[in-house]
């Protein structure tokens, strides 16, 4: 592949064999066999990056696997306006807090960058979290929190004594329903009337 990298980026082979020959095609990146060619920059990229892990202050897990923690890098093999055979590297995300190192390709669009959108986003969204935690720990705020609490246990156990005064009315309107057979027919009917208002108000 023919391109015009600038000297930062573009990485020469330490070694290059003359039967190492530039493909004709680029691979299919999902399925296929890597060139030599391919194979030989991801093998010195890897030495790179060994070199680099000790600066960049990142576990790749090369030395001690425990708190590893992965990363992408990508090869892309090259031939510059000179006829030199080298290859670019990238690597996904950011690195070391930041998504631009010298040696490798830069990102498209650097949203790490001083003054970017992204910077005054996040420094807005703090400052917005600031006013949150501020609000969240206002004492009056935590005071009504704890007024709400008390009234919602007072409430419940309101409830539980009006359903419990229920079930004892109940239970006393069945007794003088079980009364009604010694009582006249308008009596009787007074006190069905009765009863059934009082069980009826009692459910609503």
Not at 9 to 26: A, E, G, H, M, Y
Not at 144 to 163: D, G, M, R, Y
Request: glycine fraction near 4%.
């Amino acid at each position: 592949m023919n391109s015009t990298p600038t000297d930062d980026c573009f990485i020469r082979f330490t070694q290059l064999k003359d039967d190492n020959v530039l493909p004709n095609t680029l691979g299919y990146p999902f399925y296929y066999t890597p060139h030599p060619l391919a194979i030989q920059a991801a093998n010195q990229l890897q030495t790179i990056i060994e070199e680099k892990s000790a600066e960049w202050k990142h576990n790749f897990g090369l030395i001690n696997e425990e708190n590893a923690i992965g990363k992408m890098f990508g090869v892309l093999v090259v031939q510059n306006q000179q006829q030199e055979v080298g290859f670019l590297a990238g690597f996904s995300g950011k690195l070391a807090d930041k998504n631009d190192h010298l040696g490798f390709v830069p990102p498209v669009f650097d949203m790490l960058r001083t003054n970017s959108h992204f910077r005054k986003e996040e420094q807005e969204i703090h400052k917005i979290t600031l006013e949150l935690e501020s609000l969240l720990e206002d004492p009056s705020l935590i005071a009504l929190q704890e007024k709400i609490t008390l009234l919602n246990e007072k409430q419940q156990q309101t409830i539980a004594e009006t359903k419990e005064q229920i079930k004892q009315n109940k239970k006393e309107r069945d007794a003088r329903r079980k009364s009604i057979e010694t009582l006249s027919e308008e009596e009787f009917n007074a006190l069905s009337a009765q009863l059934a208002n009082e069980s009826k108000q009692e459910q609503l």
